[in-house]
């Protein structure tokens, strides 16, 4: 019988928890994936999509060896093939066209710190087309940033200091795990919990309120808070006046607004917009905790923005158990240097969001070579036709993958990669404050290869290799070198998860801000934001999965149908039936579903997960327009209206 192991490591995916894994070998093989007891966030327990994760590792369709695309048929070849091929390619791409004529995008499908790296390779070229911006939380950095000076947020366990506790617009039971049992503890020691959310997720049963306003219109509920708790005079005047700028203009931007017309335009009753402001003056400290819904609006940052001022007024920020909380950059810590910045003259950019319009009007030379690394564009980006149509352009797309997604259905090359349990790295997180090993478990699976070892590979024929020589172990001693002063060094990790000790419990405590002035500033406007339209009246939510991270949903997943969850009222006025098929339908195309009535939803919404993939015509994203928000360049997906027919 062979011996088993257990392997300590984390999860590197696209999730704010990077629990803590213990990881069960025998005979060199995965049997098991556990939970770290020791870790302070995983508590010992992982969420569905981790424990279920040995079935990705060894599915029968994972891509091992690296394939290329002859007269539309996948053909084998072996690493130097490709390695040559590859660099053959940026050889004459640089030299007709320049090394702007070369696209890299990378996306969060492992947010490891060797990830780094790969900037480093394009940087070395002299910079390319680098794909920037947000699927995700940009307009949320953003919005903070300009109020704070940079984003940062309280520590996890800082909300058992807290005697109310909002989220708002997040669902912590699917993409934030680890944050329910923090809630519980808190709620047991007398913290009352508020969720807002259209929707009523299961999230909902953890909560004394829940509160549903119309979808984006949450500024508006926001400002009749404000309004409340500042006629009330019952804000925290010296921290307003001393610690804060543009309080004035702000004042006036609320006092224009009439609070029947915020409840109006919420869908929130005044009654309970006056019970949410009285709850979070009087049961102090506060938090809030903003969840990534609220930023997928054009005026997302806006409506950050909205939220912390108020924090602001009311006086619970830099306090313990108070704070608007949303996230925080797991990179902060490392030495970027290694990207080698300063080499990227000609560095070009598009933004994610406008991704198929980008590429199709670049100024200077158009885009010939492409790169795609940790993300799966052709499922995620909004208005995804428009975007593959433009990468079919590309004379040639070359994509580092697990499985043939619908991106690297598109690609001419498919490069295998490693899971993060068959790799070696280290991670952050953008939630809590530990550092984290990523010790491989097992040996690759067939020929993969991590994205480290791949650009080093293509590297060594393009005459760079020296600028990227070294083993894994070696950069990542660079990247974390800024922490060896506080104790962390790699063999350390290696041992163990190890918490941050600069990073701050409590965020900007005694008003340590970072903005120009020292002061938290203000937002003195709101766009005032409308949806909707007589053709397309309904709302279109696409909220993350409780069964896969974005669109990492095994092909074997794909048997059942898309679901679309309205309420019952919303499906007697289209005349479609509980467990009916019917089609969902925007001016960008229509997505076939079941329909399932759901009571706690409100009515004018229709809620589909997103991630699964368009080649079994089941992307919400041909769906989708691509809008970009005002601020932080992220993909505004909530801003698409649909309507519904018949099957």
């Known amino acids: 019988m062979s011996e088993r192991k257990v392997i300590l490591t984390t999860c590197t995916r696209d999730c704010p928890d990077a629990c803590g894994i213990h990881a069960h070998v025998s005979g060199g093989r995965l049997v098991g994936l556990t939970g770290v007891r020791e870790h302070e966030i995983t508590r010992g327990f992982l969420c569905r999509r981790a424990a279920d994760y040995i079935r990705r590792v060894y599915s029968p369709d994972r891509v091992v060896r690296p394939l290329r695309k002859v007269g539309g048929r996948w053909q084998e070849m072996s690493w130097d093939e490709a390695f040559d091929l590859i660099a053959a390619s940026i050889e004459k791409t640089i030299d007709v066209y320049g090394s702007q004529a070369i696209l890299h995008y990378q996306s969060g499908g492992s947010l490891a710190a060797l990830k780094m790296f790969n900037k480093r390779f394009f940087n070395l070229l002299g910079g390319v087309t680098e794909a920037v911006g947000s699927l995700c939380g940009g307009a949320g950095i953003a919005g903070q940033t300009m109020d704070f000076g940079y984003r940062t947020s ?6 058992l200091k807290s005697k109310l506790i909002v989220l708002w617009g997040r669902n912590p039971s699917v993409t934030n795990t680890h944050l329910i049992p923090i809630l519980k503890e808190a709620r047991a020691g007398g913290a009352q919990i508020v969720l807002i959310d259209p929707a009523n997720t299961r999230t909902a049963k953890f909560c004394d309120v829940h509160v549903r306003p119309h979808p984006g219109m949450d500024g508006y509920l926001v400002l009749g808070m404000a309004k409340i708790i500042l ?3 019952n804000m925290a005047t010296d921290f307003v006046l001393n610690r804060c700028e543009n309080f004035d203009a702000y004042r006036a ?16 009753p005044v009654e309970m917009i006056e019970h949410l402001a009285g709850a979070y003056m009087e049961r102090k400290p506060a938090a809030i905790i903003c969840g990534w819904g609220l930023q997928r609006y054009q005026w997302g940052a806006e409506t950050f923005r909205l939220i912390d001022a108020l924090g602001a007024i009311t006086g619970n920020i830099g306090v313990p158990g108070g704070g608007v909380s949303h996230g925080r950059d797991e990179q902060e810590y490392f030495d970027q240097s290694i990207k080698s910045k300063e080499l990227a003259d000609s560095r070009r950019t598009i933004p994610k969001p406008l991704m198929g319009r980008g590429l199709r009007e670049l100024d200077g030379s158009p885009v010939k070579l492409a790169f795609i690394n940790g993300g799966n564009p052709l499922n995620q980006l909004p208005d995804v036709g428009a975007a593959t149509e433009a990468f079919r352009q590309i004379d040639m797309v070359v994509v580092f993958e697990q499985f043939l997604t619908d991106t690297a259905m598109s690609a001419d090359i498919v490069l295998p990669v490693t899971t993060f349990l068959e790799e070696t790295d280290v991670v952050a997180s953008y939630w809590h404050s530990f550092i984290s090993p990523v010790n491989p478990a097992i040996e690759p699976v067939g020929e993969a290869k991590s994205d480290f070892d791949i650009y080093q590979g293509i590297a060594s024929r393009l005459g760079i290799g020296h600028e990227m020589a070294g083993t894994a172990n070696d950069w990542l001693r660079k990247i974390i070198a800024p922490l060896n002063d506080m104790g962390i060094t790699l063999e350390a990790l290696k041992e163990g998860h190890m918490r941050i000790p600069s990073a701050p419990l409590v965020a900007f405590e005694q008003g340590a801000f970072k903005t120009k002035s020292g002061k938290f500033r203000f937002v003195t406007d709101f766009s005032n934001p409308s949806l909707g339209s007589k053709e397309y009246p309904l709302f279109l939510l696409t909220p993350h999965s409780s069964r896969w991270i974005h669109s990492q949903v095994l092909p074997e997943d794909h048997g059942s149908p898309v679901d679309a969850r309205v309420n019952p009222a919303t499906a007697r ?15 960008k195309g229509s997505v076939d579903v079941i329909i399932k009535h759901d009571e706690g939803l409100k009515e004018g919404i229709v809620y589909i997960e997103q991630g699964s993939w368009g080649m079994f015509g089941k992307s919400v994203n041909q769906l989708t327009h691509a ?7 992220n993909a ?12």
């Open 154 to 159: 309280h520590d996890p366990k800082d909300l």
């Open 636 to 647: 505004c997906y909530y801003q698409t209206t649909v309507h519904l027919e018949k099957a």
């Open 573 to 587: 006025a289209y005349e479609v039936e509980d467990g009916s098929a019917a089609r969902v339908v925007s001016p």
């Open 231 to 233: 006629d009330s005079d």
């Open 627 to 633: 809008i970009m928000s005002d601020e932080g360049q």
């Open 253 to 268: 931007m609320v006092k224009r607004y009439d609070l029947a017309f915020l409840s109006e335009a919420s869908g929130v």
